[in-house]
Structure formats: structure tokens, C-alpha cells
């Protein structure tokens, strides 16, 4: 009596035991019928557990019928072997791990759910997956080292970059793999930002790949992580631009060169035709007065008419070559002394229309290159065109100053005025500013000259 009450007492502890397990425990017999499940269980599958008791357990949940696990319990009960098996559940319509516990009497099923272990397993998978891909798809090159600079991770594009397949680089040095690199920036930078723990970005050339790589290395203690960028023809078209820019450069330097040589060619003309031959007409009066001092009140009269002729072309020459002062005197104020020291009054009118021009929007050299355009051009017209009205109109506005200078004068052949010495330097003066030149003539019709060029903040 007292062997049957301790071995109640024993069930009934081990029932609560039981059923206190946070798993589910479920027990058929050889027949598959059911014959235990405890609280989890009953949770787990939804079902009062009256209602499955001794029922059998596939007409109960055919659903589950040559699915993993009715192979799994069929092979535990046949051999007799434990078994631990994890797949997701027809039924419970989640993901479980079950440990099968076979004996002559039955089956013994543990299972309890996995769901968020393995959806969280696939997560972290998938973002590998996605991450992986990412880097990928991306157009710049990207590794990770460790602390030793041995590979954990190349993508594609690196693998396109440095000619390898990336996967072959992975678990090798990266010194080993591109000795050559020893000594570089690169392996400086890479030195650097582990050393000293901080983001580093760098420019450096890779003579055996004929690459030009810029590197972006952020670095962590457990290693280096680089973006790098390939600018190989991004730099070649650097050195085409520079080497455009110092041609280009090269030769507006000739052709300052040369409209300095052509300026001192003219002023030696002008000395040589008009004040030379001024001197040197007052040279041989003055000496037929050794023979003939009865000439003197003919011949002094000539010679300070001469001398005053000298004196009026010589203040006409200085004031060509001397830089206006653009410091203390308006653009304006100095075209307006230019126009008036350059044209007789009664023979050309000249009108000049610059009532909305700003020219604090031009820099002191901008204004230079006007000045000494308009000077060109004046010269021209004073020359050749026996003009008698000119008119000159200067604006400033649109991001563009535009001077336009035109006469009624005789005009001339548009090929030909192309040629001409003083438009050359007009058009090299523009091109200094990136301005251009635009002409209008024709013989007998006048003569207008536009020029313009970009301003830009002083």
C-alpha cells in the first residue's frame, strides 16, 4: 500500500514537472496514439488536449503526412534512436526543433519553437546577402583588411581593378599580393589610419596597373575598410586640359610678344615719318644760315612752326603710350580725354552712349584692355576711314560687357579688315578675357566693331 501511494506521489510530481516545461511534450504509443501532452503542448497546437487524447495522431494532423517530420518519428520508432531535427511545422505553422525520444512503448516528442532564433538567423543572412551585393553593384572598388592587412572582403569592381579574381585575394597579405605598392602613398596612408586610428583619404598612381586610384580608408581596431575610386581618366583629362592651357597659354604669350614688337615698329615709324623728318627739315634751314644769315627772318619762322609741330606729335605719341590712370579717373573720364586728344572738333563728331554702363563690374586689367581696344580702334578710323560721325556704346549687364564702335566712314572689305595688324590685336586683347570680336563692313558703307567678354566677380 505504501509502494503504490510513493509511486502516485512520484507521477503526480513528475506530471507537474511536466507541466510546468516551458516545451511541448507529447507521448503516443506504438499505434501513434496519443496518450500525453502536456499545458505547452496544448498552447502550442491550439487544441484542448481532451479532444486529442488517445486519438491518432496523423488522423489528427494529417497535414504533417510525408512531411520531415512524420519521416523522422517513423525512423526513430523503427531504430530506436533519439533523434534532434529542426524544420518548420505544417502545423504549428512555425519553425520548431523537436527531440525525439523513442522506447518500445512509444514515442517521447519534445519540440519547442525556433521561429524568432531562425528568423532572425535568416535576417542576419539576408543582410549579409544584400550587403554583399551591395558592394557589388557599387562603381567603386571596396576591401576590407585586418589588422594585419590580410583580406576578408574584395567586390567585383576591385577584382576589375587590380586584375585579380576577388575571392582569390581573400586570406592573402595585400603587400604580398602588390609588392610593388611598398613604400607608396597608398602604403603609407594604410599605415597611417590603422596606427593612428583616423579616416584618411589619398591620390596615388600605380604604375604596374597604369592606375589612378583615390582611396577613401576608414579604420576600426579589428582593421581597414577602403572605397577606392579609379580616376585614371579623370587625370588623363587633367593633363590634356593642362596641356591645352599651356599651349593656349604659350601663345597668347607670343601674341603679346608680338603686338609689343608691333607697337615699338609703329612708334618707330611715327618717329621716323613725321617727327625725324620735322628735325631734320629744321636742321638743314638752320645750317644755310652759316652761308646765308640774311634768311633768318624767313627761315625762323619755319623752324619754330617745325619745333612746334615736334612738340604737338611727340605729347601725341607719349599720351598713346602712357597707361591711363584708371586709379583716380573713371573708364569713362579716360575715354572721354582719349576721344577729345584724338579727334578735331568740326571734322568727326564722335558720340559716346554709356548712360546704364557699370564699370565698377570690371577689373582694373578689363578695363585697361578697353581703353587700349578703343585707342586701336580710333587710330583706325583717324587713319582710314575719313569718318564723320562715330559713335561708341559700352554696356554692362547679363553677365557681359559689350562695347560697340562704329563710324560712317568709308568702310572697307571684310577679309581684309580681318588681317589688318590692329584688329590682330584687338582679337588678342579679347582672348585674354575670353571675349570675342565681331566686325560689320563693307566699302563705302561704314564700319562697326563689337567686342565682348564675360564679367566675372571681382
Not at 583615390?214 to 575610386?229: A, C, Q, R
Given at each position: 500500500?505504501?509502494?503504490?501511494?510513493?509511486?502516485?506521489?512520484?507521477?503526480?510530481?513528475?506530471?507537474r514537472i511536466l507541466e510546468n516545461i516551458r516545451d511541448g511534450i507529447l507521448v503516443t504509443d506504438p499505434d501513434w496514439l496519443i496518450v500525453y501532452i502536456n499545458q505547452a503542448a496544448e498552447k502550442m497546437l491550439?487544441?484542448?488536449?481532451?479532444?486529442?487524447?488517445?486519438?491518432?495522431?496523423?488522423?489528427?494532423?494529417?497535414?504533417?503526412?510525408?512531411k520531415t517530420f512524420h519521416h523522422a518519428y517513423q525512423v526513430?520508432?523503427?531504430?530506436?534512436?533519439?533523434m534532434v531535427i529542426e524544420d518548420y511545422s505544417q502545423v504549428l505553422k512555425k519553425w520548431i526543433q523537436v527531440v525525439i525520444f523513442p522506447s518500445p512503448d512509444g514515442l517521447s516528442i519534445h519540440f519547442h519553437d525556433t521561429t524568432k532564433e531562425r528568423l532572425s538567423e535568416l535576417e542576419v543572412k539576408a543582410s549579409k546577402v544584400k550587403y554583399s551585393e551591395l558592394l557589388d553593384r557599387i562603381t567603386d572598388g571596396f576591401i576590407a583588411l585586418d589588422k594585419n592587412f590580410y583580406y576578408t572582403y574584395a567586390n567585383k569592381k576591385i577584382g576589375e581593378l587590380v586584375q585579380r579574381n576577388p575571392a582569390s585575394l581573400i586570406g592573402k597579405n595585400v603587400w604580398e599580393e602588390f609588392p610593388d605598392a611598398i613604400g607608396s602613398y597608398t602604403h603609407k596612408a594604410f599605415q597611417t589610419a590603422m596606427t593612428e586610428q583616423r579616416f584618411i583619404s589619398n591620390i596615388d598612381y600605380y604604375e604596374p596597373l597604369d592606375?589612378?586610384?583615390?582611396?577613401?580608408?576608414?579604420?576600426?581596431?579589428?582593421?581597414l575598410t577602403v572605397f577606392i575610386?579609379?580616376?585614371?581618366?579623370?587625370?588623363?583629362?587633367?593633363?590634356?586640359?593642362?596641356e591645352s592651357e599651356r599651349a593656349q597659354q604659350q601663345q597668347l604669350t607670343y601674341r603679346v610678344i608680338e603686338a609689343q614688337?608691333?607697337?615699338?615698329?609703329?612708334?618707330?615709324?611715327?618717329?621716323?615719318?613725321?617727327?625725324?623728318?620735322?628735325?631734320?627739315?629744321?636742321?638743314?634751314?638752320?645750317?644755310?644760315?652759316r652761308k646765308q644769315p640774311e634768311l633768318l627772318p624767313e627761315i625762323l619762322p619755319a623752324c619754330i612752326n617745325h619745333l612746334e609741330m615736334v612738340i604737338a606729335e611727340n605729347r601725341k605719341l607719349s599720351h598713346s603710350l602712357i597707361t591711363p590712370d584708371l586709379e583716380n579717373g573713371s573708364l569713362i573720364q579716360q575715354l572721354i580725354f582719349l576721344t577729345e586728344s584724338m579727334f578735331q572738333s568740326g571734322i568727326t563728331e564722335v558720340k559716346m552712349q554709356a548712360h546704364t554702363f557699370d564699370e565698377t563690374l570690371l577689373s582694373k586689367a578689363q578695363k585697361l584692355a578697353i581703353y587700349r581696344i578703343t585707342q586701336e580702334q580710333y587710330t583706325n578710323i583717324v587713319k582710314y576711314a575719313g569718318a564723320s560721325l562715330v559713335t561708341c556704346r559700352l554696356e554692362a549687364e547679363n553677365g557681359l560687357f559689350i562695347m560697340t564702335i562704329a563710324d560712317n566712314g568709308r568702310g572697307s572689305d571684310f577679309n581684309t579688315s580681318e588681317k589688318g595688324i590692329g584688329i590682330r590685336n584687338i582679337k588678342n586683347r579679347l582672348e585674354l578675357f575670353g571675349g570675342t570680336l565681331v566686325i560689320h563692313t563693307k566699302p563705302e558703307q561704314g564700319f562697326s566693331l563689337t567686342c565682348q567678354f564675360p564679367l566675372t566677380r571681382r
Amino acid at each position: 500500500m505504501k509502494k503504490s501511494t510513493h509511486s502516485t506521489t512520484s507521477e503526480k510530481k513528475l506530471r507537474r514537472i511536466l507541466e510546468n516545461i516551458r516545451d511541448g511534450i507529447l507521448v503516443t504509443d506504438p499505434d501513434w496514439l496519443i496518450v500525453y501532452i502536456n499545458q505547452a503542448a496544448e498552447k502550442m497546437l491550439d487544441r484542448p488536449r481532451e479532444a486529442l487524447l488517445e486519438k491518432n495522431i496523423w488522423s489528427e494532423f494529417p497535414e504533417a503526412i510525408n512531411k520531415t517530420f512524420h519521416h523522422a518519428y517513423q525512423v526513430a520508432m523503427e531504430k530506436q534512436e533519439s533523434m534532434v531535427i529542426e524544420d518548420y511545422s505544417q502545423v504549428l505553422k512555425k519553425w520548431i526543433q523537436v527531440v525525439i525520444f523513442p522506447s518500445p512503448d512509444g514515442l517521447s516528442i519534445h519540440f519547442h519553437d525556433t521561429t524568432k532564433e531562425r528568423l532572425s538567423e535568416l535576417e542576419v543572412k539576408a543582410s549579409k546577402v544584400k550587403y554583399s551585393e551591395l558592394l557589388d553593384r557599387i562603381t567603386d572598388g571596396f576591401i576590407a583588411l585586418d589588422k594585419n592587412f590580410y583580406y576578408t572582403y574584395a567586390n567585383k569592381k576591385i577584382g576589375e581593378l587590380v586584375q585579380r579574381n576577388p575571392a582569390s585575394l581573400i586570406g592573402k597579405n595585400v603587400w604580398e599580393e602588390f609588392p610593388d605598392a611598398i613604400g607608396s602613398y597608398t602604403h603609407k596612408a594604410f599605415q597611417t589610419a590603422m596606427t593612428e586610428q583616423r579616416f584618411i583619404s589619398n591620390i596615388d598612381y600605380y604604375e604596374p596597373l597604369d592606375l589612378w586610384q583615390e582611396n577613401h580608408i576608414y579604420p576600426s581596431p579589428e582593421g581597414l575598410t577602403v572605397f577606392i575610386k579609379d580616376i585614371t581618366e579623370r587625370k588623363k583629362l587633367e593633363k590634356e586640359l593642362l596641356e591645352s592651357e599651356r599651349a593656349q597659354q604659350q601663345q597668347l604669350t607670343y601674341r603679346v610678344i608680338e603686338a609689343q614688337e608691333q607697337e615699338r615698329s609703329k612708334l618707330g615709324q611715327e618717329l621716323h615719318d613725321n617727327i625725324n623728318q620735322l628735325v631734320t627739315a629744321s636742321k638743314l634751314k638752320l645750317s644755310l644760315l652759316r652761308k646765308q644769315p640774311e634768311l633768318l627772318p624767313e627761315i625762323l619762322p619755319a623752324c619754330i612752326n617745325h619745333l612746334e609741330m615736334v612738340i604737338a606729335e611727340n605729347r601725341k605719341l607719349s599720351h598713346s603710350l602712357i597707361t591711363p590712370d584708371l586709379e583716380n579717373g573713371s573708364l569713362i573720364q579716360q575715354l572721354i580725354f582719349l576721344t577729345e586728344s584724338m579727334f578735331q572738333s568740326g571734322i568727326t563728331e564722335v558720340k559716346m552712349q554709356a548712360h546704364t554702363f557699370d564699370e565698377t563690374l570690371l577689373s582694373k586689367a578689363q578695363k585697361l584692355a578697353i581703353y587700349r581696344i578703343t585707342q586701336e580702334q580710333y587710330t583706325n578710323i583717324v587713319k582710314y576711314a575719313g569718318a564723320s560721325l562715330v559713335t561708341c556704346r559700352l554696356e554692362a549687364e547679363n553677365g557681359l560687357f559689350i562695347m560697340t564702335i562704329a563710324d560712317n566712314g568709308r568702310g572697307s572689305d571684310f577679309n581684309t579688315s580681318e588681317k589688318g595688324i590692329g584688329i590682330r590685336n584687338i582679337k588678342n586683347r579679347l582672348e585674354l578675357f575670353g571675349g570675342t570680336l565681331v566686325i560689320h563692313t563693307k566699302p563705302e558703307q561704314g564700319f562697326s566693331l563689337t567686342c565682348q567678354f564675360p564679367l566675372t566677380r571681382r
